[in-house]
């Protein structure tokens, strides 16, 4: 894998995601030209989200019969018609249904990080895998800077036409710069939809799938519900300004690019339980939103750097795990990212609706505490079986 093939991949992931995240700073502005009310605004996010776990499910395992780059060309193709579809909504249902249909399509992600693992070296696995996984942090983290500027300038329909036109762009270049990927031996469908299945009744698959549901469930507590106090009292922050948090969590985010060489090192494990602990710490610091900004720009650096470095290391334990069905286990694995996503982006506007601010940080930081006590568990299972007799075994 060479240098623009990692760029182009790493682009491809960041415009897909932002089609899901980018209604996050300008739920307010959307909700009113729509008609959607405070306490729902967040399915607003969850649609997308919903439609990516449909996407898990039933387009990324092609990826494990297709060439994928085939498939990365195809899915961007449809991320442009769902946010174009979002972008002319006249009412709330036509906006849901096209958020829906780019989050099924936006699953374009695991094909290209499945495409990554499969071509890369095992040596540089992790590496490939931190530079293109960067694209996802810098899609869901830059989509917010980038919707609330253009927001501010032209109004939130501006956002997803801008990702409309990117995605139809992108669905060309892959088809001409990237490589084929043509298998031979490829699977049938049915043979990889029975194997994703499988797949959850492996102990180290749903070890590292826990994880991955609470990490994202406290990730979307944060994003999905953090524009609302800010555009509040005592702050009053507009969309542009609300955006600008962006640049933190992309601070704390690249801090992390590291984790996949960490993982190559055969560090993974280490670098999920230290992750962990920064992620519960960050919430103490975001916690104070109503009081202090600074230290909400800290706890969402370190927010950030946790996601990344444990997400990079889950992928990285789980490709190297399953070698031989990349797209499945990935495929598998981000049901977990999708559902946890899911439920912090819909229960976090409702319980700021109920209790202000203190419920979010109170929820984010459980599902926190949740995920480092997942792997607590697993480190001592996995010690146990290391340490066991031979005779035992």
């Known amino acids: 894998m060479n240098r623009r093939t990692r760029l182009l991949l790493a682009v491809v992931c960041g415009v897909a995601v932002a089609s899901v995240y980018a209604g996050q700073p300008v739920l307010a502005p959307m909700g009113r030209d729509l008609g959607v009310p405070v306490d729902s605004l967040g399915w607003l996010v969850a649609a997308g989200q919903l439609g990516y776990l449909a996407g898990l499910v039933l387009l990324v395992p092609l990826g494990d019969v297709l060439d994928r780059r085939r498939l990365i060309a195809g899915h961007l193709a449809l991320v442009a018609a769902g946010t174009a579809v979002t972008a002319a909504a006249p009412v709330a249902w036509a906006a849901f249904a096209g958020l829906a249909a780019a989050g099924v399509f936006a699953v374009v992600v695991q094909s290209a990080v499945a495409y990554t693992a499969s071509i890369s070296p095992s040596a540089e696995r992790g590496r490939n895998l931190g530079v293109v996984t960067s694209g996802v942090v810098i899609g869901i983290l830059g989509a917010r800077l980038v919707a609330g500027v253009l927001a501010d300038l032209w109004g939130w329909r501006s956002v997803y036409l801008a990702l409309a036109v990117l995605a139809a762009v992108l669905a060309v270049l892959s088809l001409v710069l990237l490589p084929a990927d043509v298998r031979p031996d490829a699977a049938r469908y049915g043979q990889v939809l029975r194997s994703f299945g499988g797949l959850f009744t492996q102990p180290v698959f749903l070890g590292r799938g826990l994880i ?21 009292a005592p702050w009053h922050l507009g969309e542009a300004q609300i955006g600008l948090f962006g640049v933190a969590g992309l601070a704390g985010a690249l801090g992390a690019a590291r984790s996949g060489r960490w993982g190559d090192a055969g560090h993974t494990r280490r670098v999920t339980g230290v992750a962990l602990a ?114 035992a075994r």
Do not use: E, K
Not at 220 to 228: Q, V
Not at 356 to 365: C, D
């Open 212 to 232: 991955a549901f609470f990490l994202f469930a406290s990730f979307g507590t944060l994003w999905s519900g953090m524009a609302l106090p800010l555009a509040g």
């Open 278 to 391: 920064l992620l519960i710490a960050s919430w103490a610091a975001i916690g104070q939103l109503p009081w202090s900004l600074p230290l909400l720009v800290l706890g969402v650096i370190l927010l950030d750097f946790a996601v990344q470095a444990v997400h990079v290391s889950n992928q990285h334990t789980l490709t190297a795990a399953y070698p031989d069905r990349p797209s499945t286990t990935v495929g598998a694995y981000m049901v977990f990212y999708s559902l946890g996503s899911a439920l912090g982006a819909a229960a976090t506007t409702a319980l700021f609706d109920a209790t202000g601010w203190t419920g979010p940080t109170a929820l984010g930081a459980t599902l926190a505490l949740c995920a480092l006590a997942t792997w607590a568990v697993g480190t001592r299972t996995a010690a146990r079986a290391h340490s066991a007799p031979v005779c």
